[in-house]
């Protein structure tokens, strides 16, 4: 298990002190993918350094697996690196060696045998799909392949944690991916704990367990996947979301409502399971209301479907009211829509 | 034009004699500069702010050997040194003792190229070797080193090429070499064809060190 404690870092710019992370706590548990989000200078790739040490803390504590990282001896820290992977947004490969050289590297550096060097970075060029580029050179590749040599170098030495930071944000979306399924696989496979940074809600849908907002050095909301999107609380969180999911109403039906004047419109937002019920034909069944259905938006959230509606509801008050009331009870977010 | 011939050829095991010590000039000062230059260059890059052994004072000081070193001429550089040289050869004059003031130019120059060429890596791809675990001296050594090959490599070309200059001017006092054949018999004697001649094999010299070195250099870069 991570955890860091009061994780502080300032630093010294032409233009003063900078804060990039300022009394930072946060716990990821072992096998979970933990996401963290923000925009650019919310401090998160400082955060992701210092979580080997990349970046040396002003203050703080990181605690992985027990072992405070902040009180390791430089050739300690350097045995505890070992189990940290890491990959990068740029790959950072070494050009001067191939596929198979760069995989191997980390195993060279923990000083394992040749024989055992090969075996086991042959089986991780294999893992990541790469087999028939071995003995190429990084410069032959593409950038995705590249992120796989990155990927397998990174698990060379067995480790508990895998850091990303920005890894698939210099990719094609194709690319983004197949990396992204990747590192579940691997995640799946060998119980791994990745943290990973990026600033694309994308990729925080599409594979992580937990996600932390991050703006300006501190984590300002956090909680599992379904609940942030279903229910973010702040406004940079839900810029985000909607960068991924659009809550908006386009301009087409806001036009529409003003000049129209319809009924009583209402968002309904739904989570899991509920979205197999027939809430919609009960609502014109039982309550008398017509329902037209103005916008939707139908997602899925690593399997689970997640979704809103904007329905216009025509008929008596009372039994507007009514049906609203009901579909509450059902456990559905309801939100009346005064004002287009 | 058949004067000419007979005239250079009376001259033939003269030049070849000048080559081979000129040649053995820079492979001497060459040496000198791969085992004095290199580490050089490698300590004063890796203890600049922000690499991976910063040390200012340290850095300061190997900073300033380069300098000062890149910025005597080359004549007066060897005028100067002539006691060290006498210290260490016994003579002032010859070859042996030419390989001295040429190693020292060598050094410093050999110095920058090389921490010109380390200054080139990727701060990423250093950062990604911290991030496994590699030690200072693993860094150097499987990184700094191997990705910097190819610009070392060019780097030893554009030495090897200053110091056969440099060697015909430790002709001038008595060095040896094709230099020396230029000055005694093409200028103090007027033997214009010597002169001529000595311009002809330095020309091919320095085109033959190019293009070995860059036919070198890419058999190892594999950035592209």
Known sequence: MIKIENLTKHYH??????????????????????????????????????????????????????????????????????????????????????????????????????????????????????????????????????????????????????????????????????????????????????????????????????????????????????????????????????????FNLPERIIKYVKTERPGELIRVSFVGEKTHDPYISDLVKHYSVDANILYGNIDEIQGVPFGTLVLDLEGQLTNIEESISYLKSQGLRVEVLDNV | MFDLITKLARYNDLMISGSLETLYMVAMALFFAIVGGIPLGVLTTITREGHILPNKPLNFVLDGIINIGRSIPFIILMVAVIPFTRMIVGTSIGTNAAIVPLSLAAIPFMGRVTDNAILEIDQGVIESAQSMGASPLQIVFKVLLPESLPAIILGLTLTAISLVSYSAMAGAIGGGGLGDIAIRYGYQRFQLAVMLETIVILVIMVQLIQYAGNQIASFFDHKA
């Open chain 1, 13 to 246: 710019a032409a233009q003063g002190r900078v804060e990039a992370i300022n009394g930072l706590n946060l716990e990821v548990d072992d096998g979970e993918i933990f996401g963290m989000i923000g925009p650019s200078g919310a401090g998160k790739s400082t955060l992701i350094r210092m979580l080997n040490l990349l970046e040396k803390p002003t203050s703080g504590t990181i605690n992985i697996n027990g072992t405070d990282l902040t009180e390791l001896s430089s050739q300690n820290l350097r045995a505890a690196r070992q189990k940290i992977g890491m990959i990068f947004q740029h790959f950072n490969l070494l050009s001067s060696r191939t596929v198979l050289g760069n995989v191997a590297f980390p195993l060279e550096i923990a000083g394992v045998g040749k024989k055992k060097r090969r075996k086991k970075a042959k089986e991780l060029i294999e893992l990541v799909g790469l087999s028939d580029r071995a003995d190429h050179y990084p410069a032959q590749l593409s950038g995705g392949q590249k992120q796989r040599v990155g990927i397998a170098r990174a698990l060379a030495n067995d480790p508990d944690l895998l850091l990303s930071d920005e890894a698939t944000s210099s990719l094609d979306p194709e690319s983004t991916k197949s990396v992204l399924e990747l590192l579940g696989e691997i995640r799946d496979e060998m119980n791994l704990t990745i943290i990973l940074i990026t600033h694309e809600m994308g990729v925080i849908k599409d594979i992580c367990d937990r996600v932390a907002v991050l703006e300006a050095g501190q984590i300002i909301e956090d909680g599992s996947i379904i609940d942030i999107f279903s229910k973010p609380q702040k406004p940079l969180t839900k810029k985000f979301i909607s960068s991924v999911i659009d």
